[in-house]
């Protein structure tokens, strides 16, 4: 399973910016999808976590400013992000487990990473 974040760019502060995360190769479900982000000289942090059911939790950072949700027919996840401020330059990764399919019928587990989309909020 790939997963291909994309939704980045440049925003003045205030702005908004809306990342996509798409899961491709015989996708099955997805369990938990989860955006983290890393600035540089900070570690990394969960951003927002959404569940199977729809239900998303924040870091507290976040102060209701983004919004997480998910189209499961697209194997797809948003992140939704308003207000933004410099502090949310980051490189922003999606992460999600679930199950995959192989050609005989199988199901695997899989719980990978996508490589990143660059949000730089300017002042």
């Known amino acids: 399973v790939q997963l291909q974040a994309s939704g980045g760019g440049l925003v003045q502060v205030g702005g908004s910016l809306r990342l996509s995360c798409v899961a491709s190769?015989?996708?099955?479900?997805?369990?938990?999808m989860n955006w983290y982000r890393k600035a540089p000289g900070s570690q990394r942090e969960l951003v927002a976590r959404?569940?199977?059911?729809?239900?998303?939790n924040y870091g507290d950072f976040v102060k209701g400013r983004f919004t997480a949700s998910r189209d499961d027919a697209k194997s797809t996840a948003y992140l939704q992000m308003d207000s933004l401020l410099p502090e949310d330059t980051a490189v922003y990764y999606c992460?999600?487990?679930?199950?995959?399919?192989?050609?005989?019928?199988?199901?695997?587990?899989?719980?990978?990473w996508g490589r990143g989309t660059l949000v730089t909020v300017s002042s």
């Open positions: 992460n999600a487990d679930g199950r995959w399919v192989s050609p005989d019928g199988s199901f695997h587990p899989y719980d990978n």
């Open positions: 190769g015989n996708v099955f479900n997805i369990n938990v």
């Open positions: 959404i569940f199977s059911s729809g239900r998303a």
